[in-house]
């Protein structure tokens, strides 16, 4: 099963960036799609970016214009860039596989520890 491993957490004032890192296993990175999730305290899990195979991109509106999914598939690993960072982006990151561009809730990877973004005002 694929694994992953989230990095690049912090804690960020408000306006600032981060780069988190998805670093997988396996050597079939370049045959599904990626995602990064994040989970807020009480809240659902939901979906913040996703990159497909070929690298077409989508995003959550509360996150457009200020995030960026990218991969590099040579180094099985996948980013996202954030700027103008909001306290509501407060939350736990984390990033798996799916099958298809056009359906980020069926993951088939396992779920990692995560990354933890905390943005102060």
């Known amino acids: 099963q694929v694994r992953f491993v989230e990095s690049g957490g912090g804690l960020v004032q408000s306006g600032g960036s981060l780069r988190l890192s998805c670093a997988a296993s396996?050597?079939?990175?370049?045959?599904?799609?990626m995602g990064w999730y994040r989970q807020a305290p009480g809240k659902q899990r939901e979906l913040v970016a996703g990159?497909?195979?070929?690298?077409?991109?989508k995003y959550a509106d509360s996150v457009k214009g200020r995030f960026s999914i990218s991969r590099d598939n040579a180094k099985n690993t996948a980013y996202l860039q954030m700027n103008s960072l909001k306290p509501e982006d407060t939350a736990v990151y984390y990033c798996?596989?799916?099958?298809?561009?056009?359906?980020?809730?069926?993951?088939?990877?396992?779920w990692g520890q995560g990354t933890q973004v905390t943005v102060s005002s």
């Open positions: 798996n596989a799916a099958r298809y561009h056009s359906d980020y809730d069926s993951v088939f990877g396992s």
């Open positions: 990159i497909s195979r070929a690298g077409t991109t």
């Open positions: 396996g050597s079939i990175f370049n045959t599904y799609a």
